[in-house]
């Protein structure tokens, strides 16, 4: 026997989930510019208190990184505390201080006073640290969602094709940026994608992060309509649809 209340709450659940499975299934036009993805506290990195130096330097490190994010990308690191801001390539100026003081109030407001978090947001990534970790491939934090519908062939290889084709181009064209928006047409269909390292990292680094995340997470890539992979040094991204309005290069 199902109390009233226990009904409700089942019924609020249903609801719930299916609002989920529609924004999940939904292909999201071009204008949705900067949804929220994922946060992480790092809490085995412990926290700091109110009026510490930690707290002091991390506001002075952070208000430098308001200036820096005209250029969409800015960080910081010693071995007490490091900082990245990367933007994703095709958003620098307002676009990605917005992003960043979006990214920050979030980040405060999520894992308060702790030393070590992350957030991800459709348009830029917010890490902070209490170690060294500048150029460092970071293997642990990160995450793959992918398009709960799938396709009828499997796509493991054409996908990993494709980014491993974009990630070539990303570090020896775009050294600068490492970074690629491509487009390719395969079988009738338009495949569209991104691939993104962090400033940070060399160009060795950058392929080592995406080619190792891209078998790491083939689950993500088999038989899926879209998908994508957020690091702390590295991500990518396609769909069958076109998600990045500026300078998508065929390939
Ligand atoms: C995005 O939205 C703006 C106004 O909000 C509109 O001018 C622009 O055409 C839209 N772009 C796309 C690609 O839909
Ligand atoms: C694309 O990637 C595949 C597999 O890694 C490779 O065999 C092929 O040569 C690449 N093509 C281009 C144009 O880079």
Redesign the pocket.
Known sequence: MYSLSSLLKRLIVIHVLAIQLLLINSELPLNTTNAYLNHKCLVSKGKYKPGSEYEDRLKRIMKGFYSGSNKGYDGFGDSTLSAILQCRGDSYGTECRDCFVTALAALHRRCPWYKGKIIWYDQCLLSISPKYTIGQIDYDDNFCMFNAKKLSWNSAITWA?FL??MT?LAITRDKNRMYLAGKRLLKGDMLYGMVQCTKDLSTQACEECLMFNTVRFQHCLNYRRGARFMGRSCTFRFELYPFIAKSVQII
Do not use: F, P, Q, R
């Open positions: 094709t491993n084709n070539t």
